[in-house]
């Protein structure tokens, strides 16, 4: 079995999920790929707010993008979010044993 480390800023992953805004766009981008206009109607929040929270999920790593034409969508970053929630625990929790296991192909 092969070991990889990430490391993660726990900071910038704190800070990209303590807003309410964002947690409901990470909602709605769960197991999904939903566009911005989507997200809009559905959060009924004015698009440049919307983008604005999507730049900070995604500087974070915990949003995937993909351009389709002239939209573009997003998706939760399911491994990117187990991940950062491993190393805050095991920052704050250094007695603790986390393990996360992802299944990754040859």
Known sequence: MKTIVFSIDTVEFAKALADETRQKIMALCCCQWISVNDIVDKLDVA????SHHLKILKQAGLVKSERRGKQVFYSLNQERLARGCCQVAEDFAPDQR???RVEVPD
């Open 98 to 100: 986390v393990e996360l």
């Open 47 to 50: 698009q440049p707010t919307v």
